[in-house]
């Protein structure tokens, strides 16, 4: 049997940088509908100016000189390294995948004692299992069609008293930027992850302003809504919409604080933020947008299909260790 060959990407090499990308997108999306991957000029911005103190591994795998495999890891300090890892479907179950997570982990090698990684599909998670990961979490991911009717949504709800829903595109404007930093802040407290290790919080307006304008340059536009109660911030939502590739939206983040639940403030939320995407040239060449619902948030399940997202496929983030034990 042939040998696995594995070798390390030059991120700084752009013609190996995109095959890898390619190669690691194919194997992800074979036989899936509107799945998003990120575009070259995304993934060239991303490798072009890394976030500080972040650490990448890129490897290849070929099997005959021909590449088949892919593999990612990516960690922040003090995080758990988040991996992916594919191979394309005519070569699989030849060890090509467990030769990846071997050559991965060594790299990760006092960098990171805990690892991550999703799949969205059973092949994946038997693989991830039988490198001695566990299920931590799963979420629906939810597909609504695009672009938004012309009208404005269907049955705007009843008004909540009191409440005003402030929106935009792009970064946070000043006045805002202490709400959404405390929002955001609380928002990695309270996300549901299951078993799953939490990472650090996304901190202060300072990490904030960075990560807009590193966003900025990947070619996203950030399309926000902030819920104001009685002229207190109390939730927020976001889009994003990336110019390079807007074919699938993706509908991220969304918190009301625990207090103000049940009241409809959610569902305003998000839908005076679709409305606010039609303010962003780029949305209207949207075919879908997509979102991700652990399985057991009710509230925010109902939520979604209320707005007409629908169940695709589930998504399972698997953790283990680097030392595999
Ligand atoms: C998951 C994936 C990377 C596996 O790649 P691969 O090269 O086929 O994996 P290997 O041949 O090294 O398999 C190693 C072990 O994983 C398990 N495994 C892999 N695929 C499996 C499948 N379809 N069903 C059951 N077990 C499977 C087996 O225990 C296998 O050992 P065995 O072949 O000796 O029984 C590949 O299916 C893929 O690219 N899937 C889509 C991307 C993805 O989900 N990646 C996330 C990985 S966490």
């Known amino acids: 049997m ?8 030059d991120p700084a090499d752009r013609e190996a940088l995109l095959a890898w990308n390619a190669l690691l997108r194919d194997g992800y999306t074979a036989g899936r509908d509107a799945v998003w991957w990120a575009s070259e ?8 100016n ?3 103190g972040r650490i990448s591994v890129l490897l290849l795998a070929r099997l005959d000189d021909e590449p088949v495999g892919a593999a990612g890891a990516e960690v922040d300090p003090g995080n758990p390294a988040q991996v992916e890892l594919s191979v394309l479907p005519g070569h699989r179950r030849r060890g090509v995948g467990r030769a990846l997570a071997a050559a ?11 690892v991550q990684a999703e799949t969205s599909s059973e092949a ?7 490198q001695g990961m566990r299920i931590g979490n799963q979420e629906h991911r939810l597909l609504r069609a695009m672009p938004l009717p012309p009208e ?5 709800p009843a008004p909540t008293p009191g409440l005003e829903i402030r929106t935009w595109h792009g970064a946070c404007p000043e006045d805002l930027v202490e709400d959404w930093a405390r929002l955001t802040t609380q928002m990695d407290a309270d996300v549901p992850m299951g078993d799953l290790t939490r990472p650090a919080s996304r901190g202060e307006v300072e990490d904030l302003r960075r990560s807009e304008q590193r966003m900025d340059e990947q070619g996203w536009t950030l399309v926000r809504g902030l819920a104001l109660l009685e002229g207190t911030a109390v ?8 110019r390079h590739d807007p074919e699938i939206l993706t509908q991220d983040d969304t918190l009301v604080e625990r207090a103000h639940r049940g009241r409809g403030i959610g569902r305003a939320l998000k839908l005076a933020n679709l409305e606010n995407l039609r303010a962003v040239p780029e949305a209207a060449q949207a075919r879908w947008i997509q979102t991700y619902t652990a399985l057991d948030n009710e509230p925010m399940l109902a939520l979604n299909r209320s707005l007409g997202f629908r169940e695709a496929d589930v998504l399972s983030i ?4 680097t030392s595999g034990t």
Do not use: M, W
């Open 2 to 9: 042939t040998a696995v060959q594995i070798t390390p990407v």
């Open 41 to 48: 000029e995304s993934t060239l911005a991303q490798y072009g």
């Open 50 to 52: 890394p976030k500080p």
């Open 104 to 114: 991965a982990r060594a790299a990760l090698d006092g960098h990171a004692s805990v």
């Open 124 to 130: 994946g998670v038997a693989f991830a299992r039988d």
């Open 152 to 156: 404005t949504e269907a049955a705007t």
């Open 235 to 242: 939730g927020y939502t976001e889009i994003f919409v990336n």
């Open 318 to 321: 698997l953790e283990g260790t």
